[in-house]
């Protein structure tokens, strides 16, 4: 619990502390073939939120030492995510049909052939950000910044690639 009021003061909401794991265990000495019960081992993994790292960079970093200096002997990892994900991607899906509609029209006029209605459409979340969009397929490529936090936890930046092909009725 100490833990716990520790990330409070840093600001953290009791919502985005939530246990994954406590256990208890039985700890032995070992003396001339017998064992006696020394006491027990206490575990508690929590998964804590830190949220708006852009307003405050060093807030990770400083939330992990508050935690540190409350008496917390481990850490499992920080990951990074964007919390309006879904909303970014919807973003990207509508710039990508924008990029594919014009690039149509400019091959469409080329061709010397009129554009119909758009009769068919696929999209593609791509989840590797290095992978290529084809040329021609209608590419948006979104950047959140997730900002940066001292050095020694950067947060890097999360790309979101939608790809989108149209098909035309053509005239």
Do not use: C
Not at 38 to 62: E, F
Not at 99 to 125: I, Q
């Amino acid at each position: 619990t100490k833990i716990i009021e520790v990330l409070e003061r840093q600001g953290i909401a009791k919502e985005d502390i939530e246990t994954q794991n406590y256990s208890v265990q039985a700890q032995y000495d070992y003396k001339e073939g017998t064992q006696s019960l020394a006491g027990y081992d206490a575990n508690q993994r929590l998964i804590v939120k830190v949220r708006d790292i852009q307003s405050d960079v060093k807030k990770t970093g400083q939330v992990i030492a508050a935690a540190s200096e409350a008496g917390s002997n481990q850490m499992h990892g920080v990951t990074f995510e964007v919390s309006s994900i879904s909303d970014l991607k919807q973003q990207a899906k509508i710039m990508a049909i924008e990029d594919a509609k014009r690039k149509s029209g400019a091959l469409a006029s080329a061709a010397e052939v009129k554009l119909g209605k758009v009769v068919g459409w696929y999209e593609n979340d791509l989840s590797n950000p290095d992978n290529p969009v084809p040329y021609g397929m209608g590419g948006a490529v979104m950047e959140k910044s997730l900002s940066s936090v001292p050095a020694q936890i950067p947060s890097g930046t999360e790309d979101i690639v939608v790809e989108v092909s149209l098909t035309y009725d053509v005239k």
